[in-house]
């Protein structure tokens, strides 16, 4: 059985805030198999970037992991010393962000950055280091990386800038990488090329990749597995294939009418009605309730993640879809 890499269990994100408690995540489980890419996928606020960054306990000042687990290969990431962790991010676990120029360092060369995190984390001597790098910029398709090594990070377009940030999150054969919406700052032929190097690299490695990001469109290209996250709460769960064919989540549908189509007129473009808004002291129920068009009385109690008839990989939360 094919173990997964990262398990979160019933992770809870607080913020105490003058207005009340904020719940920027509220009881989500996750499991990343290995070589599997997993999306994350919400509206803005939902609560994606805090789950990316609890996996190596980056939790903006102020948020506190109230309570879960955040199992990687069995250990438990929330519960290990902080010198651990800090030996696990980029060796074992990388990040790649928006904007690439916050994982790099203006005033140092690709170069040295390369090499350093090849030298930090792998033990390699400086020659052998330098070999390996410009291997690493040749296979993600940086033209003349003898050339491009020698750059400061300012002197790459923004595309170049992003393949560096994923050869080094890849440099040391990571189990894990974490992408946050790492395509949304370039263009549509750029972000497409990115995306597919990513899958490569995923596949060729076997990296595990938890992929956050609110385009659906996205999601269907690259994602093995997605999760649909609403106000902290994961809402369905399914393969790629299953959400594509049967959405069961009101939320999740709506999600799927609000996508661009080339085939429909403009003014038929659908948007959810409302807003989500901020989790400040809301009630104990279906977080999605008042801007659901299918809500029954019932749905005012909270419900849980269980499965769509007969499907256990499939999971809604949902009364409407049980
Ligand atoms: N430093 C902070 N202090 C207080 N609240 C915060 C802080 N950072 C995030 N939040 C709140 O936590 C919730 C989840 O935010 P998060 O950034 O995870 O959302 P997201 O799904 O990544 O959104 P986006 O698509 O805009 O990146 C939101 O309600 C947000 O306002
Ligand atoms: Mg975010």
């Known amino acids: ?3 997964p890499v990262l398990n979160i ?5 607080h913020f105490q805030l003058p207005q009340g408690l904020l719940k920027a995540v509220d009881g989500v489980s996750l499991e990343i198999r290995r070589g599997q890419i997993m999306g994350l996928v919400g509206e803005s606020g939902g609560g994606k970037s805090m789950v990316g960054l609890s996996i190596l306990r980056l939790v903006p000042e102020g948020g506190r992991i109230a309570s879960g687990e955040i199992l990687f290969e069995g250990k438990n990431l929330l519960a290990l010393p902080d010198h651990e962790v800090r030996s696990i991010r980029g060796s074992e ?3 790649i962000l928006q904007d690439p120029l916050t994982s790099l360092n203006p005033v140092f060369r690709i170069r040295s950055q390369m090499i350093d995190v090849l030298r930090l984390h792998k033990g390699y001597g400086k020659k052998e280091a330098e070999l390996i790098a410009i291997e690493l910029l040749h296979n993600i398709g940086i033209p003349d ?5 020698q750059k400061y990070p300012h002197q790459l377009s923004g595309g170049m800038r992003q393949r560096v940030v994923i050869a080094i999150a890849f440099s040391c054969n990571p189990k894990l990488i974490i992408a946050d919406e790492p395509t949304t700052a370039l263009d549509v032929t750029i972000q497409a090329q990115i995306l597919r190097l990513l899958k490569n690299l995923s596949k060729e490695y076997q990296t ?3 992929f ?11 994602c093995d597995r997605v999760a649909v996250i609403y106000a902290g709460e994961i809402v369905e769960t399914a393969s790629t294939r299953d959400l594509f ?6 939320y999740t549908k709506a999600l799927f009418r609000s996508i661009p189509r080339h085939d429909r007129k403009q003014e038929q473009l659908f948007s959810i009605e409302g807003m989500m808004g901020t989790p400040i002291d809301w009630p104990d129920r279906c977080k999605f309730y008042p801007r659901c068009t299918e809500k029954l009385d ?3 109690d909270a419900t849980s993640l269980a499965p769509v008839a007969r499907s256990g990989d499939h999971r809604v939360r949902c009364l409407r879809c049980q």
């Open 208 to 210: 595990s990749v938890l």
């Open 212 to 222: 956050i990001t609110h385009d659906l469109g996205i999601v269907a290209n690259l």
């Open 1 to 3: 059985m094919n173990e």
């Open 145 to 149: 990386p003898e050339k491009n090594f």
């Open 93 to 95: 676990i990388s990040m």
């Open 245 to 250: 064919t049967s959405p069961r989540h009101p």
């Open 298 to 300: 019932a749905c005012k």
């Open 9 to 13: 269990k019933d992770l809870r994100i």
